[in-house]
């Protein structure tokens, strides 16, 4: 799953992510709400990706590679 901004692109390996109720931790730790619940997978919110403050908490908080933040205005 993934979605992108003009600014970013934000994707979810859903083989590496375990899902909410093992983890949930891009939901809890995001404070411009990036992520929510859509049922056991983490959803992206695509109005709330321009709020994203790349502070990468979503990355360090899950699985290794269960999400991956691009910058789209670097080359």
Do not use: H, W
């Not at 375990?18 to 619940?37: E, N």
């Not at 992206?44 to 999400?67: R, S």
């Amino acid at each position: 799953m993934s979605s992108a901004s003009e600014f970013i692109r934000v994707d979810v390996n859903m083989t590496t992510c375990v899902g909410i109720a093992r983890c949930g931790g891009c939901v809890r730790v995001c404070p411009v709400s990036i992520f929510q619940k859509n049922g056991d997978a983490p959803a992206v919110v695509e109005k709330n990706l321009d709020e994203c403050i790349l502070c990468e908490l979503c990355i360090q908080t899950c699985k290794p590679e269960a999400i991956t933040i691009r910058k789209l205005y670097e080359a």
